[in-house]
């Protein structure tokens, strides 16, 4: 059963630029959450998807973008790259179902490290 | 909006040494998960813990909602175990899917 897998491993980009992180959740879960660890920090919540809509967003600008697939999968898009974006990029899988159920256990892929140059 | 303290930031211990880190958290919560991440910067997420007291092997943990605390208890400590820990909380009176992270406590497990 694979858990949650994220590409790239690593990306380099130069300021200005735009990327696009990509994340399948784990089998059985339908809603993806992703988040910024800057170095040395705790992770922050970008946002949350769930029926290919976002539901929840963190204290991140409309540079930070996403989107969900059919699938579950879903990618996350930053455009106008700042020096300030390198950090792990977190995406992390969870199960609601159809009703407003309980968030329960989070779990995590092993992030994508932006370095931003 | 609701403040994650994590005490102590750092803590060097032997191997076998028993350990304990807390969690304060400023508001009500619905929903509070520990966390490790290793060297490599998986999280692995140790317990999902609103309330009570849950054991998983060496680790245990314990959350006091009422006075807004959570307790995370390792014994036996190996050095498999060193890493960064994080408590994280969803708070209001609904989930609202958001988990708010602590600065984290670094543990060094020395052999």
């Known amino acids: 059963d694979a858990g949650v897998t994220q590409s790239p491993t690593h990306l380099i980009k130069t300021r200005g630029q735009q990327v696009t992180l990509r994340c399948s959740p784990k089998s059985g879960h339908d809603t993806v959450s992703w988040y910024q660890q800057a170095l040395g920090q705790g992770p922050q919540f970008i946002f949350q998807y769930y029926e290919e809509e976002e539901r929840q967003r963190g204290n991140f600008p409309d540079r930070f973008s996403g989107h969900q697939f059919p699938n579950y999968s879903s990618e996350l898009n930053v455009n106008a790259l700042l020096l300030g974006d390198s950090a792990l990029y977190l995406c992390?899988?969870?199960?609601?179902?159809?009703?407003?159920?309980?968030?329960?256990?989070?779990?995590f892929g092993s992030g994508t490290q932006l370095s931003v140059l | 909006g609701i403040q994650v303290e994590q005490s102590p930031p750092d803590l060097i211990l032997q191997e076998g040494a028993n350990s304990t880190l807390r969690c304060n958290f400023s508001?009500?919560?619905?929903?509070l998960q520990w966390f490790h991440q290793n060297p490599w910067g998986q999280l692995i997420n140790l317990f999902y813990?609103?309330?009570g007291t849950k054991q998983n092997g060496r680790l245990s943990a314990t959350t006091v909602a009422t006075e807004r605390y959570s307790l995370l208890y390792i014994s036996s400590s190996q050095t498999t175990d060193s890493g960064v820990y994080f408590c994280?909380?969803?708070?209001?009176?609904?989930?609202?899917?958001?988990?708010?992270f602590g600065q984290g406590t670094t543990l060094q497990v020395k052999p």
């Open positions: 994280a909380v969803d708070h209001g009176s609904s989930n609202t899917g958001k988990l708010i």
């Open positions: 508001d009500s919560v619905n929903n």
């Open positions: 992390a899988s969870s199960f609601r179902g159809t009703g407003f159920s309980p968030n329960e256990k989070l779990f």
């Open positions: 813990i609103p309330s």
